[in-house]
């Protein structure tokens, strides 16, 4: 019985052995998963008061936000494009 019982640990450490590990790709290094904007980034508070960081877009109406270029504000939806006047 003792021969029986040193066979199969044999057998399972030559099984462990023939499984290989995953070589890691080289290359390309791996992409970063986007985070998106969180809703406290439009928004600043001011003695209880709220005020919109950007303006929302003319064509698309409220709930669409439209992302600050420095010269121009422009609308993600819909490709609306407001440049800023200088001062």
Aim: net charge negative.
């Amino acid at each position: 019985m003792p021969e029986e019982v040193e066979e199969s640990e044999t057998q399972d450490a030559k099984a462990e052995e023939d499984v290989e590990e995953p070589e890691e790709k080289s290359g390309k290094p791996e992409k970063r998963a986007k985070q998106e904007k969180k809703i406290f980034s439009y928004y600043k508070i001011d003695n209880e008061t709220v005020i919109r960081q950007r303006p929302f877009c003319e064509r698309c109406g409220s709930g669409y936000f439209m992302a600050d270029h420095g010269n121009r504000f422009t609308c993600g939806h819909c490709g609306f494009t407001r440049y800023k006047q200088n001062q």
